[in-house]
C-alpha cells in the first residue's frame, strides 16, 4: 500500500510527496495502474511549476516596465515674440524682447533627469540713440511732468526733475525718478522708465527694469568696453596729455577777470577752488557768451549742457556754508572755452584756484 501527497513550496511549485508504506503487488495489472498514477501525479507538478515560475517572470516583466516610465514635468522656452516699441524717440531709449517658459507632464524613460529651462527669458537692445534736440525737455523732465495731470491731495501741482547729483536728491538708487514740486514743497518717487540715462560706476549708462545698467563705449548695452583717460574707447592713454596749473591772484577791479583758455577735445576737465571766496567761476565760449554765471548774475547749482558735454557747477548756496566751488566734465568739449572769475569785493585776497584736463591733440 502507498500513500501519495504534495504540498506548494514558497516559489509556487508543486511538491510532490511519495508515502511508501509496505506495499504488494499482486499482479502486474496492479504495477501498471501504480505506475500510470504516479506519473500522472508527476505530470501534474511539472506542469504547475512552469506555470507559477511563467506568472513570476511576467509579474517581474510588468513591475519593470513600471519602474523605467516616470511621470515628470518638462521644460522648454516658447518662440521668441516681437521687439517691443523703443521706450523714447531719440537720446537712446530700450526695446525688449520676451519668451516664456513651457511646461508639460509626460512619461520618460526611468534614470532622465527632469529638463528645467535654462537662458533669459527677456532681452534688451538700445534703440534711438540720436541726440535729442537741445531745446526740448530732457526724459525725466517729461516723466515728472505727466504727474501735472493728476490730483494729489485735491489738487494739481507742476513737477519737476531732481537729479542724483543735485543736494536734495534722497535716494542713491539712480534709476529712482525723484520730482518734486516748483515750491519744493512736495516730492514723489518712482521707478524711473527704461531708457532714463543713469551713471553706471564712472560711466553712462541705461536704466532697464529699475536698475541701471552700463552702456560700453562702443554704444552697445552691457558692453565692458571702457574709456580710457583720454577719452578713447579701450584705449591704453597714450594720445593724450595732462595739463594742471594754478591761478592765484586778487582782485585788480570789479567784474570778470580771464583765468584761462581751454582748448576743442579737451576731457576730463575739473576747475576747483582751494579757498573758500565770495567770488564765482563762470564759463563762456570764443565770442564771449555765457554758458553759466553771466551777465553779473549768479545761477543755482546745477548740470548745464554746452560746448558738446554736461559741466557740473556745485558750489555753497550761501557764502556762510561749508563747501567749496568747482566745475567739471568728463568732456570731451567739442569747442575752445574761457574760464573766468567774478570778483564781487576789492579785498585784499588772493582767489586760489586748480585746474586740470587731459588734452587730446586735433
Not at 576737465?269 to 565770495?278: D, F, L, V
Not at 563762456?284 to 549768479?298: E, P
Request: aromatic share 10%; charged share 20%.
Amino acid at each position: 500500500m502507498s500513500e501519495l501527497g504534495y504540498s506548494t513550496r514558497p516559489d509556487g511549485a508543486l511538491s510532490l510527496t511519495l508515502l511508501l508504506t509496505r506495499m504488494k503487488v499482486r499482479s502486474l495489472e496492479q504495477c501498471r495502474e501504480t505506475g500510470v498514477v504516479l506519473l500522472g501525479f508527476l505530470t501534474l507538478a511539472v506542469s504547475v511549476g512552469n506555470l507559477s515560475t511563467r506568472g513570476l517572470q511576467e509579474d517581474g516583466a510588468a513591475s519593470n516596465s513600471l519602474e523605467e516610465e516616470l511621470e515628470v514635468t518638462t521644460y522648454w522656452w516658447g518662440e521668441w515674440a516681437k521687439w517691443t516699441a523703443c521706450t523714447r524717440t531719440c537720446g537712446g531709449g530700450v526695446m525688449s524682447q520676451e519668451r516664456h517658459c513651457l511646461k508639460q507632464r509626460k512619461k520618460v524613460a526611468a534614470g532622465k533627469d527632469n529638463m528645467t529651462c535654462t537662458g533669459t527669458p527677456k532681452k534688451y537692445h538700445l534703440c534711438n540713440t540720436k541726440e535729442c534736440p537741445a531745446t526740448g525737455r530732457s526724459f525725466r523732465e517729461e516723466q515728472c511732468w505727466s504727474f501735472n495731470s493728476q490730483l494729489y491731495s485735491g489738487r494739481n501741482y507742476q513737477w519737476k526733475p531732481l537729479y542724483p547729483d543735485d543736494y536734495v536728491h534722497i535716494s542713491s538708487n539712480p534709476c529712482d525718478l525723484h520730482c518734486t514740486t516748483t515750491d519744493g514743497q512736495r516730492q514723489l518717487m518712482v521707478t524711473a522708465r527704461d531708457g532714463t540715462s543713469c551713471k553706471f560706476s564712472s560711466y553712462r549708462g541705461v536704466c532697464v527694469d529699475g536698475k541701471c545698467e552700463p552702456i560700453g563705449c562702443d554704444g552697445v548695452l552691457f558692453s565692458s568696453n571702457t574709456l580710457d583717460k583720454c577719452g578713447v574707447c579701450q584705449g591704453d592713454g597714450s594720445s593724450c596729455s595732462r595739463v594742471t596749473g594754478n591761478f592765484r591772484r586778487g582782485a585788480l577791479s570789479l567784474g570778470y577777470s580771464f583765468i584761462t583758455q581751454i582748448p576743442e577735445g579737451s576731457w576730463d576737465i575739473q576747475i576747483i577752488e582751494r579757498k573758500k571766496s565770495a567770488d564765482v567761476l563762470a564759463v563762456t565760449d570764443q565770442a564771449g557768451n555765457f554758458f553759466f554765471n553771466g551777465a553779473y548774475k549768479v545761477d543755482s547749482p546745477q548740470n548745464f549742457h554746452a560746448a558738446g558735454t554736461i559741466f557740473k557747477y556745485r558750489r555753497p548756496m550761501d557764502v556762510y556754508e561749508t563747501g567749496i566751488e568747482y566745475i567739471v566734465t568728463k568732456g570731451p568739449i567739442d569747442q575752445a572755452i574761457n574760464i573766468l572769475v567774478h570778483f564781487h569785493f576789492l579785498l585784499h585776497h588772493f582767489r586760489h584756484i586748480n585746474m586740470t584736463a587731459a588734452l587730446r591733440p586735433l
